[in-house]
């Protein structure tokens, strides 16, 4: 059923914003996308759903490897033990040392699921060549495997991963997967922030929706 995402502000990246924009999505693929009323108009019979904020393409996690290998997602039953945040450097590797396979994949398909909620739909590798559980998780996940940038490309990763693209401190053009064009496979984030601006700094920016080759596979309202 072809689906109409309609937004207040609706960010390509590499082409114009449009305000009160909407993106029809038809199977995996951007059927149209511009100005509301025109898509709805094309479209009569489609579906809407109406966000806050502004949309986006789908993001790239360039820490994708560091996400998954060398942090531990906590299930909601161990906050008590273990707190709610991810465990990171020490904390990581004193669990990993008596980590079993079960209690590692349950913590890689969380880490995969902690990106899906930041607006992330593509990862970049190499992720999984020489360790099945992560290949198979990421695999099932339905997310985006894509090359390394080039050093220089992609925001400096410092410190402790974090599942959100912008807390490296790139910009829109260089977090996206690539621009929303007609024809193009319909990754999508939605942001509950009011312009551009406010997607960066230190301030929050919940990610409301993100869909993933047509799917929409978080939803936060």
Known sequence: MLTIHAAPLVLPVGAAAVVDGAVAVDGDRVAAL???TEVAAA???ARVRRWPGLLTPGLRQDRAADLLTRCYHPDPREADELGELSL??????????TMDATRRSGSIRRGLQRMLRHGTTHLAGPLGED?????TAVARSGLVRVPVLPAGAAPAGDGAPDPDPFAAGGDLARTAHGPLRVGGRADLAVFDVPDEAALYGGGPRPCVATVLAGRLVHRAR
């Open 34 to 36: 511009g100005p509301y």
């Open 43 to 45: 479209h009569p019979a």
């Open 131 to 135: 360790d099945p559980a992560l290949r």
């Open 88 to 97: 990171w450097g020490e904390a990581f590797e004193r669990l990993a040392a």
